[in-house]
């Protein structure tokens, strides 16, 4: 089968997906969702993509000079807010690839990037991360993954943690502010955290602290502009006992963190009050945050509990993309 992927340039998740899709015995050819990987682009998509049409455009061009030498059996789209084209390229796009099913999996929730719904109709299937999404549309639900990286992980016997907490991730304003407010408030009991906020660029950086409240005071110091690439993450959650995480501020989907920490078979601390709705939750692995922390609790007191094989399968990047591919 021949698949055409299109995805943010994300850490480096192009590269797994498309390598699990080699092993999985497909073809596939990969295009960023945007036409540079330059902060100064990705910060203009995120805040106005109509400033950079003509760029955006002519990277579609080349784009599609090439994707219409093949037929593919497959389009599948992953997108998030990153995504630049517009709903005319989407819609030639479609009628380069006649032949082809085209699938769609949102990775953002519609209440932060509503314009993902005008192109909805040029796909055969739709697919959310985000249950609210999927109650309001005509979408299919499918929760993020974790890839073979932190497989490995869970696989090792640690005894030893060099960080008590840690935490990797864009600094959202919810998410900055719960995150720094659930770190400060457990440095007593957990006082080895490794706390890694990200931004694309200080332009980003910029925006954010004149729109948003919760990053007013908040310090250039703070903030990393350099994304942690993957074998840092290895060795970041193989050294950690535990991963702090928070939801977007009108997001109900579990974030890819919250996965990577599921698969490394790490604890995970989050402000998402819906994962007690996922099968993989127990009470000593996950801690619901809702403002205060009870230290009485079975997540304080008690080992990591093991969740049957089947459930952990089944959270699997090959999973995730055997529905996508096979529907």
Request: hydrophobic letters at 35%; glycine letters at 4%.
């Given at each position: 089968?021949?698949?055409?992927?299109?995805?943010?340039?994300?850490?480096?998740?192009?590269?797994?997906?498309?390598?699990?899709?080699?092993?999985?015995?497909?073809?596939?050819?990969?295009?960023?969702?945007?036409?540079?990987?330059?902060?100064?682009?990705?910060?203009?998509?995120?805040?106005?993509?109509?400033?950079?049409?003509?760029?955006?455009?002519?990277?579609?061009?080349?784009?599609?000079?090439?994707?219409?030498?093949?037929?593919?059996?497959?389009?599948?789209?992953?997108?998030?807010?990153?995504?630049?084209?517009?709903?005319?390229?989407?819609?030639?796009?479609?009628?380069?690839?006649?032949?082809?099913?085209?699938?769609?999996?949102?990775?953002?929730?519609m209440k932060n990037f509503p314009y993902i719904e005008k192109i909805q109709k040029y796909f055969d299937r739709c697919y959310s991360f985000d249950k609210e999404d999927v109650r309001n549309g005509n979408l299919r639900f499918?929760?993020?993954?974790?890839?073979?990286?932190?497989?490995?992980?869970?696989?090792?016997?640690?005894?030893?943690?060099?960080?008590?907490?840690?935490?990797?991730?864009?600094?959202?304003?919810?998410?900055?502010?719960?995150?720094?407010?659930?770190?400060?408030?457990?440095?007593?009991?957990?006082?080895?955290?490794?706390?890694?906020?990200?931004?694309?660029?200080?332009?980003?950086?910029?925006?954010?602290?004149?729109?948003?409240?919760?990053?007013?005071?908040?310090?250039?110091?703070?903030?990393?502009?350099?994304?942690?690439?993957?074998?840092?993450?290895?060795?970041?959650?193989?050294?950690?006992?535990?991963?702090?995480?928070?939801?977007?501020?009108?997001?109900?989907?579990?974030?890819?963190?919250?996965?990577?920490?599921?698969?490394?078979?790490?604890?995970?601390?989050?402000?998402?009050?819906?994962?007690?709705?996922?099968?993989?939750?127990?009470?000593?692995?996950?801690?619901?945050?809702?403002?205060?922390?009870?230290?009485?609790?079975?997540?304080?007191?008690?080992?990591?509990?093991?969740?049957?094989?089947?459930?952990?399968?089944?959270?699997?990047?090959?999973?995730?993309?055997?529905?996508?591919?096979?529907?």
């Open positions: 089968m021949k698949i055409l992927l299109i995805t943010p340039n994300f850490f480096d998740y192009p590269a797994q997906i498309c390598e699990a899709i080699h092993q999985m015995g497909h073809e596939v050819d990969w295009y960023d969702d945007r036409p540079s990987t330059n902060s100064f682009v990705k910060a203009i998509i995120r805040i106005n993509k109509n400033y950079i049409n003509a760029m955006i455009a002519r990277y579609f061009s080349k784009m599609m000079s090439e994707v219409t030498r093949k037929k593919y059996d497959k389009v599948i789209l992953i997108s998030g807010q990153s995504l630049s084209f517009s709903e005319s390229m989407m819609e030639r796009l479609k009628e380069s690839q006649i032949q082809a099913e085209f699938v769609l999996y949102q990775w953002d929730s499918l929760p993020l993954f974790y890839t073979k990286r932190y497989e490995k992980v869970g696989r090792k016997s640690i005894s030893k943690y060099k960080y008590d907490l840690m935490f990797v991730g864009t600094a959202h304003p919810k998410k900055y502010k719960y995150v720094k407010e659930m770190a400060e408030k457990l440095k007593f009991v957990f006082p080895k955290q490794f706390i890694y906020f990200f931004f694309p660029s200080k332009i980003v950086y910029i925006y954010r602290k004149v729109k948003n409240i919760e990053l007013k005071y908040a310090h250039c110091s703070e903030f990393h502009y350099t994304p942690v690439n993957g074998k840092e993450m290895d060795k970041l959650l193989t050294e950690s006992r535990c991963v702090l995480d928070s939801a977007q501020d009108g997001q109900t989907g579990l974030t890819i963190r919250i996965l990577e920490a599921f698969g490394a078979k790490r604890k995970i601390i989050t402000t998402n009050e819906d994962v007690v709705n996922y099968d993989f939750y127990r009470e000593e692995n996950i801690y619901i945050y809702d403002g205060d922390f009870n230290l009485n609790a079975p997540f304080f007191n008690k080992p990591y509990r093991e969740v049957d094989e089947g459930v952990y399968k089944k959270y699997s990047l090959r999973s995730w993309l055997n529905e996508l591919i096979g529907g």
